[in-house]
């Protein structure tokens, strides 16, 4: 089995003497581990000076601005939640004034309703569980409706 | 304040309100939270507002760090954690940038090709090979990211990465054998 997961715990020194022993007696028979072992330092030497450097700062202003976070005054704090409580504003509005407009519509949705069982109603009058519909209220009915034959 | 002091007395002067102790690990701290932050996230000012969150997030929690550990490594899993949340809220607007750019096939062609091998010994050769490994860093995952980042920069143990990282060696090692796999890649190697 190849070892390539330890290469790079192997370069650092960082393996525990038994398994660096194992390591390196498979690096003595294995050239793809080898090769792997060698480009792997070639890559962590190059990156070792760090990254190119990252912008200047002022730490000055940098500490100033943290001792106002600590106590309680982050820069800007204010406008950082300012679009999430915008949306939650807007949604609540939004909110209040469609329950508002819904309380006229259960009115409007009768008037709906009356107009279509209406127009449906010689279409009932066909189905004879609908002619005895106050039998429905009735729950021992309900429980002995496998009994009532057709007629 | 003695500059002797270890970073564990003086997180557990912070938890007792000691400005100054606070102060003090702030300044020793500053750099390195800030240059890791910027290597994360290739960003100035994310890099300067989530450093300075990390050490908020230590004035406020002090009173938790048991020194089991430490200080650093405590330390290093909050910033690391911001920079991975920071990323990961902003994964949805780097995919629609990428695939942007993706539909640019002729772009898309050079960026997969394979970089020649360069000689070490070459100047102009060894500033691209930094040029090359650098942004090979930051096209990794956020985590072989900043294990490897862990690792080169702030010559963090194994041991420690896993802490930082909260998972397990031999999930740190995968890490980094991947991250350096996707490198020796990059320029031209394994």
Known sequence: MHVDEDVVAYLSGALAPAERARVAAHLDGCDACRRAVEESRVVLAALAPGRPAAPPVDWGRYQAELRAKVAGRPRGWWTRPWPALAAAALATVVLLLTLQTSDRRPTDLATLDETVLGARLPLLQQYRVVERLDLLEDLDVIGQLDRIGTR | ?190
Request: aromatic letters at 8%; glycine letters at 4%; a neutral charge.
């Open chain 2, 1 to 190: 304040m003695n500059q002797e002091i270890s970073d564990e007395m003086l997180c557990r002067r912070v938890a007792e309100r000691d400005e100054a102790a606070f102060d003090l690990l702030v300044a020793r701290y500053q750099g390195r939270a800030y240059r890791l932050a910027w290597s994360m996230l290739r960003d100035a000012e994310d890099a300067r507002d989530l450093s300075q969150e990390a050490f908020l997030r230590v004035y406020r929690t002090a009173g938790s760090f048991r020194g089991d550990a430490r200080f650093s490594t405590w330390f290093y899993r909050v910033l690391v954690n911001l920079c991975l949340d920071h990323r990961r809220r902003g994964w949805w607007r780097r995919q629609m940038v990428r695939d942007a750019i993706g539909d640019d096939p002729e772009r898309g062609v050079l960026e997969r090709q394979a970089a020649p091998v360069v000689d070490p010994t070459d100047t102009l050769s060894q500033e691209r090979l930094m040029t090359q490994l650098w942004g090979a860093v930051d096209r990794l995952s956020p985590q072989q990211r900043a294990a490897l980042l862990l690792h080169v920069q702030e010559e963090q143990s194994t041991s420690e990465i896993a802490a930082v990282l909260q998972c397990s060696e031999a999930t740190v090692r995968v890490h980094l054998h991947r991250a350096v796999s996707a490198l020796r890649k990059t320029i031209g190697q394994g």
